[in-house]
């Protein structure tokens, strides 16, 4: 497993700011879980790979995925 930040340079929906904005896990399978820190309606999510949130979530390079923990 190894842990991330998700890092946002810049607020593209106006809803969640800039700065740290999730932090999350990649498990040994390639699964990934989320957590949401900041916003009126912080959540957890999974999703299947790092490939899939960085989809969903990076806007074009204006996130960035930030590993903390490489791992075991």
Do not use: C, K, N, P
Not at 6 to 22: K, M, N
Not at 41 to 49: A, I, K, M, N
């Amino acid at each position: 497993m190894r842990t991330f930040v998700l890092q946002r340079d810049s607020d593209v929906t106006g809803i969640s700011g800039t700065g740290i904005v999730a932090e999350g896990i990649e498990f040994t399978d390639g699964r990934v879980a989320m957590r949401w820190i900041v916003g009126e309606h912080q959540s957890t999510v999974v999703w299947d790979s790092i490939d899939a949130v960085h989809a969903i979530h990076g806007h074009d390079y204006a996130t960035q995925i930030v590993w903390v923990d490489t791992g075991i």
